[in-house]
């Protein structure tokens, strides 16, 4: 389904589309015969080009002013408001996608994808994006999750540094209460913030790529670390808590917090 921008981008700017491109060609022509005559010497022949090729500047300028005149009437602001959801949707369906939406936010793990119609744009893992079609939008995300999907990962490696830094949650409780609270769970996102402690951290490893990291433990089937110790994601009433994290079939879960534990 195309959205209402593909509509304005390709059938109502599509003769003006059609003319930019026609008198490119046109004007790229000129110059090779402007080039030809001075060359040759041939002045007649030069003047001749160069009027041409003013010509067709001053038609490329009417077009241009064409662009300016209907660019404006599209409202990005309403199109994104009230347009823009069901035509993304579809767009991730799609690609295969699967998506925890509530407008203007959208889970696409291991991108957050939020909506901003009153800034006119829209941000992926809080970095701007303007490329506001839907379908080149899915596209984009698809390819960068392929991507991910198909970068080395180390089961053992990412569970012994999630244990490390589950341990120095243990130790902080510890140190505040006076309680040993080995194998208690504790917020997955303290756990992240352990992990990042520097904005720059965040910056290079946000939220969304850490529960990417987690759902590839939980679709490796590996979830036994290098020291023994099982690792367990359970969930949370307050969902203000929770980190959406695909499971090992690739279904959305609400995870909230972690622990490490010895069977038997």
């Given at each position: 389904m195309a959205s209402f921008l593909d509509e304005f981008l390709d059938y109502t700017l599509q003769e003006d589309f059609k003319s930019l491109e026609s008198n490119h060609r046109s004007m790229v022509n000129a110059v090779k015969r402007i080039k030809a005559a001075a060359a040759a010497g041939n002045l007649d022949a030069l003047q001749q080009a160069l009027a041409r090729y003013g010509e067709l500047a001053e038609r490329q300028k009417e077009v241009l002013q064409g662009f300016q005149e209907k660019l404006p009437s599209f409202n990005i602001?309403?199109?994104?408001?009230?347009?823009?959801?069901?035509?993304?949707?579809?767009?991730?369906?799609?690609?295969?996608?699967?998506?925890?939406?509530?407008?203007?936010?959208?889970?696409?793990?291991?991108?957050?994808?939020?909506?901003?119609?009153?800034?006119?744009?829209?941000?992926?893992?809080?970095?701007?994006?303007?490329?506001?079609?839907?379908?080149?939008?899915?596209?984009?995300?698809?390819?960068e999750i392929d991507r991910l999907h198909g970068a080395p990962f180390d089961p053992q490696r990412f569970l012994a540094v999630l244990a490390a830094a589950y341990d120095l949650e243990m130790a902080r409780h510890f140190a505040r209460t006076g309680i040993d609270a080995r194998e208690q769970e504790v917020p997955l996102k303290d756990v992240y913030n352990t992990l990042t402690l520097l904005p720059q951290h965040k910056r290079a490893y946000p939220l969304q790529?850490?529960?990417?990291?987690?759902?590839?433990?939980?679709?490796?089937?590996?979830?036994?670390?290098?020291?023994?110790?099982?690792?367990?994601?359970?969930?949370?009433?307050?969902?203000?808590?929770?980190?959406?994290?695909?499971?090992?079939?690739?279904?959305?879960?609400?995870?909230?917090?972690?622990?490490?534990?010895?069977?038997?």
């Open positions: 602001s309403s199109f994104l408001a009230e347009n823009f959801h069901m035509s993304f949707l579809e767009a991730l369906a799609e690609q295969g996608l699967t998506v925890e939406a509530a407008y203007p936010v959208y889970e696409v793990l291991p991108f957050k994808v939020r909506v901003f119609p009153d800034k006119e744009m829209i941000t992926i893992n809080e970095k701007v994006n303007r490329d506001l079609r839907p379908g080149v939008l899915a596209r984009r995300l698809k390819k790529l850490f529960a990417f990291d987690l759902h590839r433990v939980l679709k490796s089937g590996q979830m036994t670390a290098p020291d023994g110790r099982r690792l367990s994601l359970g969930h949370v009433r307050d969902q203000r808590r929770a980190l959406v994290v695909l499971d090992a079939r690739g279904q959305p879960q609400r995870y909230g917090v972690m622990k490490f534990y010895r069977e038997g």
